[in-house]
């Protein structure tokens, strides 16, 4: 598989990686996308894998955060041949702080991610949204802190503006 480097971090990645959106199925938008449970995921684990493809994309809201927690059992044992990435900072629950970048909502999050992942690190996480609220340097702030507690190597963004 050809690799590219993550921007200029040095690190690279696969050409093509995996979403994992279909895993879960649960609520009426991502049952629409399918339903992949844990002995499907380790099946399509294995095939991208063997292909090469090991970069695993998904989002603490994919499913209720069921498709992490399913990428988790799928990557058992194997966990460090794989690249994960997860995005958070869409709401993720019912609680006022259960939604964007606050330092708040991002340590929680990424700590529930890490536990339904069932790993020390996320690889690459990215903010799923952008934040008006919060401000840009207390973001990275925290990012930062996760990055330096060695809980996440990358971070990125996803549903930015180019601008």
């Not at 879960?24 to 339903?35: E, K, M, R």
């Not at 790993?119 to 990275?140: G, K, S």
């Amino acid at each position: 598989m050809e690799q590219r480097y993550l921007g200029r971090s040095g690190f690279q990645v696969p050409a093509l990686g995996f979403g994992a959106g279909t895993f879960g199925g649960q609520g009426p938008l991502f049952s629409a996308w399918g339903n992949t449970d844990v002995a499907g995921a380790r099946r399509i684990v294995d095939i991208c894998l063997e292909a090469g493809v090991n970069l695993f994309d998904t989002a603490d809201v994919y499913s209720g955060g069921a498709s992490e927690s399913i990428l988790g059992a799928a990557l058992q044992g194997r966990r460090d041949r794989a690249i994960v990435s997860t995005k958070l900072s869409l709401r993720s629950g019912d609680g006022p702080n259960d939604v964007g970048a606050s330092r708040h909502h991002l340590l929680e999050a990424t700590h529930a991610a890490l536990k339904r992942l069932d790993t020390d690190r996320i690889d690459i996480l990215q903010l799923h949204a952008f934040d008006a609220m919060t401000p840009v340097e207390q973001v990275l702030r925290t990012l930062d802190d996760l990055v330096r507690a060695g809980k996440v190597r990358y971070i990125g963004v996803s549903n930015f503006s180019g601008w």
